[in-house]
Nanobody
Framework: QVQLVESGGGLVQAGGSLRLSCASS????????LAWFRKIAGDERKFVAA????????YYEDSVKGRFTISRDINYHTMTLQMNNLEPGDTAVYYC??????????????????WGQGTQVTVSS
């Protein structure tokens, strides 16, 4: 079983930055692909960014390219999402996810088996 714990959410003004972290104590964490999704009320979870198990490839949703950076630290079993130049449209609950998505399905929530509890990010205008 893989337990994921997010931290780092909060309230920030537009143009500001936040850094989200996702931690796990299990060694299996290092063998899984990792991703961030976000959700606003009344909508489904939507893909934000993903990183492969080896960390050799990253993927981003178009609206966050150039502003967000996903990374992972194998030694500390953590994943981070550095979010710069935040916009009000980035306001959502952010979830970290771990799994083994098939093929090129990094952007599909169904490809991930493990989820964190979510952390709120609010960007004011």
């Amino acid at each position: 079983q893989v337990q994921l714990v997010e931290s780092g959410g909060g309230l920030v003004q537009a143009g500001g930055s936040l850094r989200l972290s996702c931690a796990s104590s299990g060694p299996i964490f290092n063998m899984l692909g990792l991703a961030w999704f976000r959700k606003i009320a009344g909508d489904e979870r939507k893909f934000v960014a993903a990183i492969t198990a080896t960390g050799d490839a990253t993927y981003y949703e178009d609206s966050v390219k150039g502003r967000f950076t996903i990374s992972r630290d194998i030694n500390y079993h953590t994943m981070t999402l550095q979010m710069n130049n935040l916009e009000p449209g980035d306001t959502a609950v952010y979830y970290c996810a771990a799994g083994a998505p098939a093929g090129r399905t990094w952007y599909l929530a169904g490809g991930y088996n493990y989820w964190g509890q979510g952390t709120q990010v609010t960007v004011s205008s």
